[in-house]
């Protein structure tokens, strides 16, 4: 499985942005995927989580104004996020699991101004 995220950049505090990881490989193995996000001098940690079947997961910090979604058809996941704030700057990077193993993508970086 490759994974390749985009749309990242740079807004202002209450701005919007959404990042796509698009898929491709062995589709058929994945059960969830998901974004993390990994700010300067800090631990990833998790942002969005969507299984196969549809069901969502979100980290308290994304509830309310991030939402995660699906596409299957293009093998895409998506993550818009609203209302950004400073502390959402991070390297956003995406995710795909398998019984077997996690695959990565590279991140891409989202710099919300004050």
């Known amino acids: 499985v490759q994974l390749q995220a985009s749309g990242g950049g740079e807004v202002q505090a209450g701005g919007s942005l959404r990042l796509s990881c698009a898929a491709s490989?062995?589709?058929?193995?994945?059960?969830?995927m998901g974004w993390y996000r990994q700010a300067a001098g800090k631990q990833r940690e998790l942002v969005a989580q969507?299984?196969?079947?549809?069901?969502?997961n979100y980290a308290d910090s994304a509830k309310g104004r991030f939402t995660i979604s699906r596409d299957n058809d293009k093998n895409t996941i998506y993550l818009q996020m609203n209302k950004l704030k400073p502390e959402d700057t991070a390297v956003y990077s995406c995710?795909?699991?398998?019984?077997?193993?996690?695959?990565w993508g590279q991140g891409t970086l989202v710099t919300v101004s004050s």
């Open positions: 969507i299984t196969n079947r549809g069901p969502t």
């Open positions: 490989g062995s589709m058929g193995d994945i059960l969830i």
């Open positions: 995710d795909a699991q398998t019984a077997l193993r996690s695959y």
